[in-house]
Structures are given as structure tokens and as C-alpha cells.
T-cell receptor, first 114, second 115 residues
Framework: AQSVTQLDSHVSVSEGTPVLLRCNYS??????LFWYVQHPNKGLQLLLK??????LVKGINGFEAEFKKSETSFHLTKPSAHMSDAAEYFC????????????FGGGTRVLVKP | DVKVTQSSRYLVKRTGEKVFLECVQD?????MFWYRQDPGLGLRLIYF???????EKGDIPEGYSVSREKKERFSLILESASTNQTSMYLC??????????????FGSGTRLTVV
């Protein structure tokens, strides 16, 4: 069984300040983890993925995430928020069984203030 | 680029109707998925398929069924639509293995309203 918990449903930051989106996971297997972003009225876009290589993963648009096995966490960060980062973000864990189904967290909506 | 195409962007159906949501992918992917997205709940897996004619229940299969007669097409069926099935439905596909290019591609979604 696998599950994902995003600890904040909403995050509000000022433009130019750091962004931190928190994610904890539970998985029976060595997990693969992902962050997806969904802008208003747009489809889901893959930001980055962790698949048991380097624990610090760099993604698109300046985002990065660090896999910490001891804490079962995969938090997403960005040093300096931009107005275009306003969106909903989903932390996702992928199973190892047939079908490799994805399990999504509840999402974190990011608001960026000018 | 992989494309996942959902046949309708918006649908309005009446309670009790049988509803078909169609999804087609063009990259010969084995795995296909149907999710529904609701505010505060993220995406929840309804059904998935890892091969033609194969299907597995996800986390919320009640009230739904699926069909995969061809590798590229995965259909979600609401046998008798109800108002609590009003939602955004997202289809996704993925290829095999654990390689770096193991991507998941989502369709743009179908917003279904049941009245």
C-alpha cells in the first residue's frame, strides 16, 4: 500500500521569496516520487521525479526536491518565487507492482503575492 | 511527444444516463489510468489497465467500469450517472520499466457535470 500526505493545502508567498511545499509518503517498496504542477485550466505537468538515483532532484522552472528516506519526505523548494508559480502542486508516489499506478497527495495551492 | 487525447473537454449529462469517456494515446504505452480530480482530494485512481483487455480497480471504482479493447484506447463508463460523479476526469498513460524516460502523460481532462 502507498499513500501521500501534503501537509499544507494552501501556501502564500511573496514574489522573490522562497517556496517550500511539504510532502510525506508511505510505501511498501522503494518508492519513485514525483511532483506535478497544474496551472488554472491547464493539464498536469511533470516538474521533477526521483527514481533512486541522486537524492536531490532538480526540475523545471528552478524547482528542486530532496528525498529523505529517514523522514519519508520529498519536499519541494524554489529559492525565489515568481508570479507564474501560482498553481496547484501535487506530490505523487508510484507503485512497483504491475500497472505502476500513481497515488496523489491532496494538492497544495500556491498563491504568489506581488 | 506523447499525446493523450480525451474526446470531450466538457460534458453535461442527466442522472441515470450511461456515459462514455474516451481516451486515446499515441505512444504504444502499456499502462493507462483513469483518475477523477476533486478540490481538496487531489486525484483519485478509478481504474487502470496494464495491457489490452486487462483492468484493475483503483481506489474508487464504485459506479464505474472500463474497457480496453485496443492498446491505444481506454474508455471509462459510468453505468448510471449520478450527481456525485460530477467531477474532472483525467486519463494518463505510461510506458514500461524504470528508466529515466519513464514518463506519465496526462490528457487535458473532461469536466463532467451530471444534472
Amino acid at each position: 500500500a502507498q499513500s501521500v500526505t501534503q501537509l499544507d493545502s494552501h501556501v502564500s508567498v511573496s514574489e522573490g521569496t522562497p517556496v517550500l511545499l511539504r510532502c510525506n509518503y508511505s510505501s511498501s517498496y522503494s518508492p519513485s516520487l514525483f511532483w506535478y504542477v497544474q496551472h488554472p485550466n491547464k493539464g498536469l505537468q511533470l516538474l521533477l521525479k526521483y527514481t533512486s538515483a541522486a537524492t536531490l532532484v532538480k526540475g523545471i522552472n528552478g524547482f528542486e526536491a530532496e528525498f529523505k528516506k529517514s523522514e519519508t519526505s520529498f519536499h519541494l523548494t524554489k529559492p525565489s518565487a515568481h508570479m507564474s508559480d501560482a498553481a496547484e502542486y501535487f506530490c505523487v508516489v508510484r507503485g512497483q507492482a504491475a500497472g505502476n499506478k500513481l497515488t496523489f497527495g491532496g494538492g497544495t495551492r500556491v498563491l504568489v503575492k506581488p | 511527444d506523447v499525446k493523450v487525447t480525451q474526446s470531450s473537454r466538457y460534458l453535461v449529462k442527466r442522472t441515470g444516463e450511461k456515459v462514455f469517456l474516451e481516451c486515446v494515446q499515441d505512444m504504444d504505452h502499456e499502462n493507462m489510468f483513469w483518475y477523477r480530480q476533486d478540490p481538496g482530494l487531489g486525484l483519485r485512481l478509478i481504474y487502470f489497465s496494464y495491457d489490452v483487455k486487462m483492468k484493475e480497480k483503483g481506489d474508487i471504482p464504485e459506479g464505474y467500469s472500463v474497457s480496453r479493447e485496443k492498446k491505444e484506447r481506454f474508455s471509462l463508463i459510468l453505468e448510471s450517472a449520478s450527481t456525485n460523479q460530477t467531477s474532472m476526469y483525467l486519463c494518463a498513460s505510461s510506458g514500461p520499466g524504470q528508466g529515466a524516460n519513464y514518463g506519465y502523460t496526462f490528457g487535458s481532462g473532461t469536466r463532467l457535470t451530471v444534472v
